[in-house]
């Protein structure tokens, strides 16, 4: 997750795996890759301003930040159904259409 060294002052190293893992499973789920796909900055900023609104959990971290991107497919026409955390849990790569 890309990240500039001011952001990295204001988070703990703790703070910092939590988002990473979230941004790594966001990605998951919406197929990509979590370092070359071209809105992967864009991802990683959402999942740092849901962290930084008090959630903390990675699962629901990640599928915040998936189902706030699936709003921008949406924009552009593509429509999927959106994750939720319970269905993460039992399939992580599955993607619903």
Known sequence: MPFT???QRIHSTTDWE?????HNQAS????RCPK???R?????????????????????LAVMAANRE??????KGYFQ??????????RPDARHS
Do not use: W
């Open 28 to 31: 998951k789920m919406l197929d």
């Open 5 to 7: 060294s001011r952001d």
């Open 36 to 38: 070359t796909h071209a």
């Open 70 to 75: 699936l709003n921008v497919l949406a924009e």
């Open 40 to 60: 992967c900055n864009h991802l990683a900023k959402i999942v740092i301003a849901i962290y930084e609104s008090g959630v903390q959990n990675i699962d629901e």
């Open 81 to 90: 159904q959106p994750f939720r955390v319970a269905s993460i849990n039992q």
């Open 18 to 22: 939590i988002m990473q893992q979230a």
